[in-house]
């Protein structure tokens, strides 16, 4: 089958449907080919050439090779079984164990750069990318996949999935993903059999034998470039086209009728507002950028100002590229346009600058602060720029002016805009110095030379004006407070900036303040409010766009729905300035007792209720209220707040009709598309307390009693632990394995739990005795050759049943001989160890609590390796004290938010109910319970929080379950007990009624 007539067949199918998604295999293609390392590894072991390849192939369905690609082997069963099967071939024992590592090994881990490149590029078109790999478990459990999984939108491994190619469901599975049609795809492979398979399913199929051919295959069949392309660029834009007739005689006209050659124009990926494009004629290497087409706001996306401002700048000092020539004329490609060089070096999308050393990363950041005080000391008499803005009031005209372009692009309310459009006014700062500012200023738009730490070249004017300095630090800043994971922005909220090398926001303006020789200062968290209020405007305009087709970035519409959380960062600080301002405030001594009934708007007041000194990481002081927290975790509880009210309180009612439907025993899918995006916005293993996480490398860095108020909104919903991961047991389970598990055990088992790739039980209790006091656990856990073997019957062990569940952390005696508190000990069993039974769900008041259920589990002579012991033999109780501190009070954090949801439901019920002729809302003993509530739910917040604050300053040491189950018959007499205080007409009626009888009476 030649090339040339798979590209015909390639091409009359992407006629019809478009190329959608490109899929990968992993080994041959993004990776160097195993059988070129077996073809070394033979020659340098002295091993029969081909006779891995033999074994590989032989032997069906079954043979050791698949069952090991389909994760039915371990690593140290495939080295046993794959040795028998080569020694088979040659007669003599081969060395399998040391294939296995050069398989592995570092060299064989490198990802092609020429593989790196085209993923880039593709991912840069709009195409989705995939992986789809016959892999396998390493001996430390977890799969080999070197690769970095961001450049995947959708990665399907063969051990987890426990099918392999050519199995045709793998291929389906990796398609259901992408959610496309087999024939929007085009498949990698170096393996005939496996592209077979893929072709039968209607899948375009590519044979790589050699990576740099299949990449020019590739780049024929998609229509695009794959390697060389200018940095960041794209094909144009169906709806970004430019005539490129006219243009060409334009630039005959600009460059000299001696310039000839052929046009090139491809779309700039970079900038949300005026389209912008490479061009490359002949030999000049050229930038355009023009208006967006269609009606336009008046004075927007003004390219005129820009040209003048570059014009004005090229011998101010400051680094721009050389501006060439303004057409004003529509009719030459449809839009005014200017044109100028192109400046070849450096665009560093990524503010955290991966691959950089802690001391280069400093040094972009302190060249981007330079040049910006550049800019800000540029003589505007000098320049011609003195007429370039208005002179004074800039921030209110700002404020006015972004106020009129969300009013004119607003698609629905934001609730935090609406309160921005009234505060930003109101809090206007003192009038600076008067300056050209960009604008715009941001990592992403300077250009750096390749290898030294100097800017090039300060990229999109287009907002520049004369203003407030202070206003383009605060905007040059916002990526420190954006989370990594933000779409549009990537950010630093969750970076440890000491490691990387980058200043802190303060130390970045502090540096700069040393640039200008002016002092700090104090009303920054105003112009960070301001900067990010103008940011969810301009947002907000590229989304109104994107629904008219002018947007310029294939982004646009998602960027567009971000402006939401945008204005909500906007007002966290506007708060903390409200706050700064009031504690400026002189303090006033009262002439006497107020009775004033106005709704305090300041801080909570404060106050110390330990003693004991406190750690160096923990407050002294109660926090009251989200709004006391770090800046930090305000932000947290601010993303996570907003996360809930998008995603978890919409997603509850399918998830409720899940729980009692007959496939509730597999988890909801949508629960695992949650997770994905919590953790893609940062809102991931928030629970790990600093003291057990000091260096912040697994969560995220918050005390227990910052935590507190996170998981009080957390509790808001049944649903949200999970989505979160700070779900019970897993949370405990984590926490253990933190403080306590070997390098190998938090490798095998720690990280698969923090990614939520598992999940996990704790057994502990026992049947037969009072669990709730751990030493009398009666399971044994025997030494035996090199093993321990258990043997126990355990019940409510929560998540037991949940098909996801791997490990198990299992609670028995190793000694009974031993000091009471010295018998337990605690081992990893893996749920898949033959001997270990889940019997049946327990119900808790007549519920399953389905995927997870609380199971009833049997161990018979399961059968553990020694280097699954926890901390040591004998140190169980220890282990279990110290992991009871933290599940226990997060779980009250917990109920604080069950009780506040109830509260809530309650008060909507007797807003819209209706006995004995007024509202229930009216009725004084609802109004009692209300008010009642209310207190009841502030004196546990108060006790929970001080609880939160002990275990902070203070160290975590400080009934019978059968009950709750359909075993006996007590869970049912409560339950009836308490529905019959309603159904024959509720307490509050009788007491009532009582009480009329009682008055009547003489």
């Known amino acids: 089958m030649g090339l040339r007539w798979l590209l015909q067949v390639w091409g009359s199918r992407r006629a019809a449907r478009p190329c959608r998604a490109v899929v990968f295999d992993m080994g041959g293609v993004l990776l160097p080919s195993p059988y070129a390392c077996a073809r070394d590894w033979e020659v340098r072991n002295g091993v029969p050439p081909g006779t891995v390849r033999r074994a590989v ?43 296995l ?45 070197p690769l970095d999984r961001k450049q995947f939108d959708v990665i399907v491994e063969s051990c987890r999935e426990g099918i392999c190619k050519p ?43 050699d990576p740099e051919v299949a990449l020019k295959e590739l780049e024929n069949f998609l229509g695009f470039p794959l390697r060389g392309a200018v940095p960041f660029t794209r094909s144009v834009r169906p709806t970004m086209e430019i005539p ?87 009719s030459i490609i449809g839009t005014p346009f200017y044109l100028m060089e192109y400046c070849a070096g450096h665009i560093y999308k990524d503010p955290s600058l991966p691959g950089l050393e802690p001391s280069q990363r400093r040094a972009i950041y302190a060249a981007m602060n330079q040049v910006l005080a550049q800019i800000h000391s540029v003589d505007l008499k000098a320049a011609g720029l003195e007429d370039y803005g208005k002179h004074g009031n800039y921030v209110q005209r700002q404020v006015q002016t972004w106020t009129k372009q969300y009013r004119a692009t607003e698609t629905h309310t934001i609730p935090a805009m609406e309160r921005l459009i009234e505060w930003l006014p109101l809090h206007l700062p003192q009038a600076h110095q008067v300056t050209l500012v960009h604008g715009d200023f941001r990592l992403d738009n300077l250009i750096f030379h390749p290898e030294r730490p100097q800017v090039l070249a300060v990229l999109d004017w287009e907002l520049s004006t004369l203003g407030d300095p202070i206003s383009d630090v605060a905007y040059s800043c916002m990526a420190h407070y954006l989370p990594s994971s933000f779409s549009l922005l990537k950010g630093l909220g969750n970076c440890d900036l000491t490691h990387l090398g980058i200043p802190t926001a303060e130390e970045h303006f502090h540096t700069y303040c040393g640039h200008m020789g002016i002092p700090p200062i104090e009303d920054w968290n105003f112009y960070m409010a301001f ?112 996360f809930m009210d998008a995603h978890v309180y919409p997603a509850e009612q399918a998830l409720r009709d899940h729980q009692v439907s007959q496939t509730r025993w597999t988890p909801h899918p949508l629960v695992e598309e949650l997770k994905g ?87 502990m209790t026992e049947p037969q005795v009072a669990s709730s006091d751990a030493t009398n656990i009666e399971s044994s856990i025997v030494e035996e050759e090199g093993f321990y073997v258990l043997n126990g019957h355990k019940w409510w062990i929560s998540g037991a049943l949940d098909p996801r569940c791997r490990l198990c952390v299992f609670m028995g005696k190793t000694n009974p001989g031993a000091p009471r508190h010295k018998q337990q000990s605690m081992l990893l069993v893996p749920m898949d160890t033959p001997g270990v039974t889940v019997t049946r769900p327990l119900s808790v008041y007549g519920l399953d609590d389905p995927p997870a259920g609380h199971g ?31 599940g226990r009070i997060h779980h009250c954090m917990r109920l604080i938010g069950f009780a506040e949801r109830a509260l809530a439901l309650m008060k909507e019920r007797v807003k819209s109910r209706v006995a004995f002729g007024k509202p229930l809302a009216e009725q004084g003993t609802i109004l009692a319970d209300i008010a009642t509530s209310r207190a009841e739910i502030e004196q ?54 009582v009480a009329k009888l009682e008055l009547q009476a003489p």
């Not at 108060?942 to 019978?960: C, E, I, P, R, Y």
């Open 101 to 145: 590592s050069d398989l592995t090994s570092k060299e064989m881990s490198q990802q092609l750069p020429a593989m790196t490149e085209a993923i880039r590029r593709i991912r840069a078109e709009g195409l989705k990318t995939a992986v789809l790999s016959n892999n396998f478990y390493l001996r430390s459990g977890a799969s080999f996949l």
């Open 856 to 886: 009833e589990i049997l161990f018979e002579n399961v059968r553990v390796p020694k280097a699954n012991m926890l901390l040591g033999p004998g140190r169980g109780f220890e282990i279990a004290q110290g992991r009871l501190g933290p």
């Open 940 to 993: 546990a917040r108060l006790l929970v929080l001080k609880a939160a604050l002990l275990m902070d300053t203070v160290g975590n040491k400080a009934f019978g379950a059968a009950g709750l189950s359909s075993d006996y018959p007590l869970a049912q007499f409560f339950a009836w007990a308490r529905a019959l205080r309603l159904a024959d007409g509720p307490d509050e009626v009788h007491r009532t009624t």
């Open 677 to 763: 995006k919590a953790k893609s916005e940062g809102l991931w293993n928030l629970f790990l307390p600093l003291e057990t996480d000091p260096e912040v490398r697994y969560g995220a860095g918050l005390t227990n009693l910052e935590y507190a108020h996170l998981c009080e909104l957390m509790g808001m919903s049944l649903h949200a632990p999970e989505i979160f991961n700070c779900s019970a047991p897993d949370t405990g389970n984590m926490e253990v394995l933190l403080r306590y598990g070997t390098e190998e055990q938090k490798e095998r088992w720690l990280q698969p739990l923090l990614d939520g790739e598992i999940r996990s039980c704790f057994a």
């Open 57 to 99: 192939a032989c032997g069906g369905h079954d043979r050791p090779w698949m069952k090991y690609m389909r994760g039915e082997l371990t690593a140290d069963e495939f080295v046993r079984a794959f040795a028998r099967q080569c020694f088979d071939i040659t007669g003599s024992p081969v060395p399998v164990d040391s294939f």
């Open 244 to 330: 490129q007739v006219p243009l060409q005689k334009y630039l005959e006209n600009v460059l000299g009728s001696h310039t000839t050659g052929s046009l090139l124009i491809r779309q700039f990926s970079h900038g949300q507002s005026n389209p912008t494009y490479y061009v490359e004629y002949g030999d000049r290497r050229l930038v355009l950028r023009k208006k967006p087409p269609g009606k336009l706001l008046p004075s927007a996306h003004a390219v005129e100002r820009e040209y003048r401002v570059l014009r004005a700048l090229a011998e101010s000092g400051v680094p721009v590229p050389r501006a060439l020539a303004l057409c004003e004329d529509s």
């Open 167 to 209: 199995d045709p469901r793998i291929y389906t599975l990796c398609l259901e993903r992408l959610g496309i049609q087999p024939n929007e795809s085009i498949f990698l492979d170096d393996i005939g059999q496996n592209l077979k398979a893929a072709a039968q399913l209607g899948m375009n199929t590519l044979k790589v034998d």
């Open 531 to 642: 900067s990010f209020f103008r940011v969810a405007a301009i947002l907000q305009g590229v989304y109104k766009r994107s629904l008219t087709g002018q947007a310029s970035s294939a982004t646009a519409e998602s960027g567009g729905k971000q402006a939401e959380s945008m204005a909500d960062l906007a007002w966290d600080f506007a708060t903390k300035e409200g706050f700064r301002v009031f504690k400026a405030m002189p303090p006033v001594t009262p002439s006497g007792r107020s009775y004033s009934t106005w709704a305090w708007q300041g801080p909570f007041p404060r106050r110390s209720y330990v003693t004991v000194p406190r750690s160096s990481s923990a407050p002294a002081h109660l926090i009251l209220s989200p709004e006391g927290l770090s800046g930090r975790a305000q932000d947290l509880y601010g993303r996570l707040r907003r």
